[in-house]
């Protein structure tokens, strides 16, 4: 029952992808490829966390257009800000560093992970309790949105 329910809320995320991209297009201009390809997110997921607290989301972007898309924002109405978070080690220390832009390539895919990209959700305006969902909004460079639906889960 389960996978089915992912199943399904992909599904209906990349049919209103596609019918925002739509929307978006002039009549009279032909469309671009990047109108034209699918970009999909999945497995969308936060860790539970307590109202003050920063929290992440984590989930996977396929791209598989022809060309290189860029994730540039991201927001919710769950945290007082939300950023584009890259953590890496230097000189030994795990540190974590905003990102204006994050790309992914052509006919790939990018894993937002824990100890990689993430999107931080700085000071949580409520409890992340396992369960729940809650809307996260992907901006791009091209101007699109993707809103999607963060469930929260023990790790």
Do not use: W
């Not at 894993?111 to 931080?120: L, R």
């Not at 791009?140 to 963060?150: A, H, K, M």
């Amino acid at each position: 029952m389960r996978m089915f329910q992912k199943g399904f809320i992909i599904l209906l995320l990349a049919v209103f992808g596609l019918a925002l991209a739509a929307c978006g297009s002039s009549p009279t201009a032909e469309p671009t490829e990047q109108q034209q390809s699918a970009v999909a997110v999945r497995d969308p997921y936060a860790r539970p966390a307590l109202a003050g607290d920063n929290g992440a989301a984590f989930f996977v972007v396929d791209n598989s257009t022809t060309a290189p898309i860029a994730l540039v924002s991201a927001a919710s109405d769950v945290a007082g800000t939300v950023e584009v978070h890259l953590s890496k080690m230097d000189g030994g220390v795990m540190k974590m560093e905003k990102q204006d832009r994050v790309e992914i390539p052509a006919n790939s895919k990018l894993e937002f992970k824990p100890g990689s990209y993430h999107v931080m959700l700085i000071n949580l305006s409520r409890d992340l309790k396992a369960g729940d969902t809650f809307k996260l909004t992907l901006g791009f460079e091209s101007g699109d949105t993707l809103p999607i639906i963060v469930t929260v889960r023990e790790p």
